[in-house]
């Protein structure tokens, strides 16, 4: 569980070091001006750290081609819920820097930038949220299956006891 600030200052070097989606975030977003205002400044807010990492989710999933956002809630993340969801975004932000095409990231930097991001974080709860009740489903599914199937195996159990009592 790395705190925002950690996530946030690796991200900020793997953009100066590789010179990748210099234009996704603003030096506010990414904290230079923060280090340049010193100590006395006042840490970002839980709604701006959660826009950042909207941001950052939006497009390491455009530029992957992969719905990251389905796996990682930036409001789990930054609550420090979701170790897991922070090691898939730090993997998915590492092979993005690495590896993908500078045309395809140049891309997915424009797409984030196109679409506002409460539109983008409602986007991710939507589809979350969806799954979530699929799931739902399919469980209460399988334990009305696996009632009806312990019903009929008891079947003959009754049936026998039934027909000793009336013996």
Do not use: C, H
């Amino acid at each position: 569980r790395p705190p925002f600030s950690y996530l946030r200052a690796i991200t900020a070097a793997a953009i100066e070091t590789t010179g990748v989606a210099t234009t996704l975030f603003s030096a506010e977003e990414l904290g230079i001006a923060e280090a340049s205002a010193g100590p006395d400044a006042p840490p970002p807010d839980k709604a701006a750290k959660i826009r950042f990492l909207v941001k950052l989710i939006s497009w390491l999933r455009f530029a992957s081609g992969e719905r990251l956002d389905v796996f990682v809630s930036p409001a789990k993340v930054v609550s420090g819920q979701e170790s897991e969801g922070t090691n898939l975004l730090l993997q998915y932000l590492g092979w993005v820097m690495k590896y993908a095409e500078r045309a395809t990231v140049d891309k997915a930097v424009e797409q984030t930038l196109a679409v506002a991001p409460e539109a983008l974080y409602q986007q991710a709860i939507q589809i979350r949220s969806t799954i979530a009740k699929m799931q739902a489903t399919y469980r209460g599914k399988l334990a009305r299956r696996k009632a009806e199937a312990e019903a009929r195996a008891r079947e003959p159990e009754r049936a026998a006891a039934a027909a000793a009592a009336a013996a």
